[in-house]
T-cell receptor, first 112, second 115 residues
Framework: SQKIEQNSEALNIQEGKTATLTCNYT??????LQWYRQDPGRGPVFLLL?????KEKRKERLKVTFDTTLKQSLFHITASQPADSATYLC???????????FGKGTSLLVTP | EADIYQTPRYLVIGTGKKITLECSQT?????MYWYQQDPGMELHLIHY???????EKGDLSSESTVSRIRTEHFPLTLESARPSHTSQYLC??????????????FGPGTRLTVL
């Protein structure tokens, strides 16, 4: 099965800086990779999806890269704001394609 | 805001009780999922459904059961709750249209505590 690794330590950054979160995976190569945001006590909310043939995807202040050679995705939040503080989850399609495998997530704290 | 609902949001119950966690979505999605998540840990898939009358077990073994009699409704049942069932249960759905790349929409979750 797929093993997904995200930064285990919380990421603390100052407002206005760029936050960069890492997602590494092993075993098979997924057809796509997704990023979700999860606030405490809530369900995850979809942010971005990037396909295996795409190098980069952008949405407003968010940018995702996908390097299938390194088996790694980077998630960037530019001009970060305290409201961006949350846990960010990386998710890959399962090898059978019926569901998603999620990483443990990285906690981001943006301080004023 | 996703149109997927879970009730109750919080449940504290004694060992041995039978419980049903409700999940409903108004988006007409065919695929629905149940995940279990402990604090600081990843989501683990415990059940999923491709559509009405379809139910499958996920990667994480679970003593719970599910049913899918209507497209919009995917309840999860524990016949006899135990303290080991204490966890956050998240329901999700996604459309089957446009390929399998569509994102999943999650409900707010049910925090279950079994004493």
């Amino acid at each position: 099965s797929q093993k997904i690794e995200q930064n285990s330590e919380a990421l603390n950054i100052q407002e206005g800086k760029t936050a960069t979160l890492t997602c590494n995976y092993t075993n098979y190569s997924p057809a796509y990779l997704q990023w979700y945001r999860q606030d405490p006590g809530r369900g995850p909310v979809f942010l971005l999806l990037i396909r295996e043939n795409e190098k980069e995807k952008r949405k407003e202040r968010l940018k995702v890269t996908f390097d299938t050679t390194l088996k790694q995705s980077l998630f960037h939040i530019t001009a970060s704001q305290p409201a961006d503080s949350a846990t960010y989850l990386c998710a890959l399609d399962t090898d059978s394609g019926y569901a998603l495998n999620f990483g443990k997530g990285t906690s981001l704290l943006v301080t004023p | 805001e996703a149109d997927i609902y879970q009730t109750p949001r919080y449940l504290v119950i004694g060992t041995g009780k039978k419980i049903t966690l409700e999940c409903s979505q108004t988006m007409g999605h065919d695929k629905m999922y149940w995940y279990q998540q402990d604090p600081g840990m990843e989501l683990h898939l415990i059940h999923y459904s491709y559509g009405v009358n379809s139910t499958e077990k996920g990667d994480l073994s679970s003593e719970s059961t599910v049913s899918r009699i209507r497209t919009e409704h995917f309840p999860l049942t524990l016949e006899s709750a135990r303290p080991s069932h204490t966890s956050q249960y998240l329901c999700a759905s996604k459309t089957d249209g446009g390929g399998s790349y569509n994102e999943q929409f999650f409900g707010p979750g049910t925090r279950l505590t079994v004493l």
